[in-house]
């Protein structure tokens, strides 16, 4: 960490992070659309650039951590003319408009929609936030599509408080595009009934390849957003601009895609996200819930009728004589399309290479799905936990399923004092002291 003093006359600055940005002496516009004047310090997060521009004398104390920075530019950066535009319309607008924000990765999407609530709430709106970019949350955790409300100005989409959240389980949409879809649908729906002025809709920037065209395409399907904004950085999203631009429902925004837009690196990413999860999990407790209270959600365990396997000796047997492997069979169930084992080890002997093991047992127990899995795959999958409502109450990761007492251990946080009715599983494992985080890549 290093100290510096940086003082203009007129002009711009543009900070890079991490660092801290503290006003010694005159006042400054952020290009968020914020005022900051002696006194107030800014954190600037790693990734991230912020500017500051003035017609008078600007004096800084800057607090530079590795790899931050911060250039001077003397002609000032200027506020995209038509990123100003877009706020009058919206304030303009009558009713309630609700615009989505699409651009590829380091685009500018979520400082446009902070500059954007900034105006907003400089007239006097109250401005819904829906965070629909599960990898980079800045409202909600990672892998949660949530929603803030904004009433005063903020520097920064992190100062937004969580009202609601809908659980994807994932930090990308790949794979999560019904969840992901049907999360910014029912947060835009939370918005709206919040008593917002406008809603603004923050979205992935993951634009390229059949599953992302389907991905913005539905979610304009099933909003059906007032206004679309496009931050389309060398033409990377004009496939999508082409896909919606004859709806009549939607005014369509090309918008500029500022010069000081910088680059994230995917491991900047990374640790962002990492920092984020861990943040999020400090408050965190131990949950036991009972397996016969509660609704298991996004999987195959738990949605079955429980196997007595003194009752039925011969389903060990069979995978036995089908795979070659004895298995110590934890817990299994039957539901009319599968059957369920949890065991000690040895699944993927079970299921056999290419999965030729599952295929025949799938015959043999006339069933569609067999899904078996090993004990420990269970521990630090994330979780969601819901209400009878299956409103979001908070976020946890497994420590222990014992399925012979029927008890669940979740270690999470709790943003709401509700009963727990619903567990869903998502596909991801986290450690909540450190924030790590991986894939989970097998079926449950």
């Known amino acids: 960490m290093k100290r510096e003093r ?3 006359e007129g002009g711009s600055i543009r900070v890079d992070g991490p660092s801290r940005a503290r006003v010694i002496r005159g006042e400054a516009t952020t290009n968020k659309g914020t005022e900051v004047s002696e006194g107030e310090e800014i954190v600037i997060r790693r990734g991230e650039r912020l500017t500051l521009t003035t017609d008078s004398e600007l004096e800084l104390e800057l607090v530079l951590g590795t790899g931050a920075g911060y250039s001077v530019e003397e002609d000032g950066v200027e506020i995209p003319s038509d990123w100003k535009e877009l706020a009058e319309e919206l304030a303009d607008h009558g009713g309630t408009p609700v615009c989505m924000v699409i651009g590829p990765q380091d685009s500018g999407k979520t400082t446009l929609v902070t ?3 900034n105006e907003l709430v400089e007239r006097g709106f109250k401005v819904g936030i829906v965070d629909a970019d599960v990898g980079q949350s800045d409202v909600g955790p990672p892998a949660v599509v949530s929603l803030g409300i ?22 990308t949409p790949s794979g999560h595009l019904l969840q992901t879809t049907v999360g910014t649908r029912r947060m835009v729906d939370l918005a709206l009934a919040e008593g917002t002025d406008v809603v603004l809709i923050d979205t992935s920037g993951m634009v390229h390849g059949g599953p992302a065209r389907a991905l913005k395409l539905h979610k304009v399907d099933a909003i059906r957003p007032s206004h679309v904004a496009f931050l389309d950085r060398d ?16 005014k369509v925004h090309e918008l500029t895609v500022p010069d000081a837009v910088r680059d994230v690196e995917r491991k900047d990413r990374i640790r962002r996200r990492e920092r984020v999860l861990r943040e999020f999990f400090e408050e965190r407790e131990i949950l036991e819930l009972d397996l016969e209270e509660i609704s298991v959600q996004r999987a195959f365990i738990g949605t079955g009728e429980p196997v007595d396997l003194e009752e039925e000796s011969e389903l060990p047997a069979l995978i036995k004589a089908v795979s070659g492997v004895e298995p110590e069979i934890l817990h299994a169930e039957r539901a009319p399309d599968a059957v369920v084992l949890v065991v000690k080890d040895q699944a993927g002997r079970i299921v056999g290479r290419g999965g030729r093991h599952a ?17 420990e795959e269970l521990q630090g999958v994330l979780v969601g936990l819901c209400d009878g409502a299956g409103d979001l ?9 014992d399925f012979a007492s029927g008890e669940l ?4 946080r709790l943003l709401r004092d509700r009963t727990i009715r619903v567990v869903q599983l998502g596909s991801l494992k986290v450690d909540p002291e450190t924030g790590s985080h991986e894939p989970m890549n097998v079926r449950v």
């Open 235 to 250: 033409g990377q999203v004009s496939h999508i601009k082409r896909m919606v631009k004859s709806l009549k429902y939607i």
């Open 393 to 401: 109450l908070g976020i946890g990761v497994i420590r222990e399923i």
């Open 115 to 117: 500059f954007i609530a």
């Open 150 to 171: 904004v009433e005063d100005a903020v520097h920064d989409l992190s100062e937004v408080e969580m009202r609601h959240g809908y659980f994807v389980g994932s930090i």
């Open 409 to 412: 251990k979740v270690e999470g």
């Open 359 to 375: 295929r025949e047992l799938r015959r043999l127990l006339n069933v569609r799905e067999f899904v078996v899995v090993n004990e």
């Open 6 to 8: 940086v003082r203009i």
